[in-house]
């Protein structure tokens, strides 16, 4: 089955600096990965995603990348601002179903 | 309605006791989701529903764990004679599934004390 790794566990950035959380997985047949972030106390939220068909995705401050031939697929967040302080996790899915998550990132934006 | 809705929102039970955990998706979607996440820690996958397929309920950690849904409704999670170790918050989520669709919605989750 499906292996999702999330690299680092955590990470702290001065605010104003960029962050970029990475993942791996295994299964080549995976086409979808989301992006969730969660606050201290709430729900995860999705906050962005690609399909294996892009290479690249940008809402305003947040990135996606995506590798399909190394297998790995990285967010980057810009500018980044204290209320980006979050754990976020990636996630893995074929065809948008039963989604395999990393362990998450918890980042701390520094201010 | 609106999102996915689940309770109750915090449940305190005695070790021993069983509990039932409720999630009501999203309507229209056919896929559900249950997730164990203890503090600090990730999103440990319990059971998917989807559709009228069979459930892949090979994320249950033990056999006191229990689940069902009816359709493409509401389902219930169970937690027969609880142990301190099942203290954790219980996440739903519901999804469209299918090619091209967008992600999980989650629930608020039931925070889940054994004392």
């Known amino acids: 089955g499906e292996n999702v790794e999330q690299h680092p566990s955590t990470l702290s950035v001065q605010e104003g600096d960029s962050a970029v959380i990475k993942c791996t997985y295994s299964?080549?047949?995976?086409?979808?990965f989301p992006w969730y972030k969660q606050e201290l106390g709430k729900r995860p939220q999705l906050i962005i995603d690609i399909r294996s068909n892009v290479g690249e995705k940008k809402d305003q401050r947040i990135a996606v990348t995506l590798n399909k031939t190394a297998k790995h697929f990285s967010l980057h967040i810009t500018e980044t601002q204290p209320e980006d302080s979050a754990v976020y996790f990636c996630a893995a899915s074929t065809h948008g179903q039963n989604f395999v998550f990393g362990p998450g990132t918890r980042l701390s934006v520094l201010p | 309605g609106a999102g996915v809705s689940q309770s109750p929102s915090n449940k305190v039970t005695e070790k021993g006791k069983d509990v039932e955990l409720r999630c009501d998706p999203i309507?229209?979607?056919?896929?559900l989701y249950w997730y164990r996440q203890r503090l600090g820690q990730g999103l440990e996958f319990l059971i998917y529903?989807?559709?009228?397929?069979?459930?892949?309920k090979s994320g249950l950690p033990s056999d006191r764990f229990s689940a069902e849904r009816t359709g493409e409704s509401v389902s219930t999670l169970t937690i027969q004679r609880t142990q301190q170790e099942d203290s954790a918050v219980y996440l739903c989520?519901?999804?469209?599934?299918?090619?091209?669709?967008?992600?999980?919605?989650f629930g608020s989750g039931t925070r889940l004390t054994v004392v």
């Open positions: 989520a519901s999804s469209p599934a299918g090619q091209g669709r967008r992600g999980y919605t």
């Open positions: 529903f989807q559709g009228n397929s069979a459930p892949d």
């Open positions: 309507s229209g979607h056919t896929a």
């Open positions: 299964d080549s047949a995976s086409n979808y």
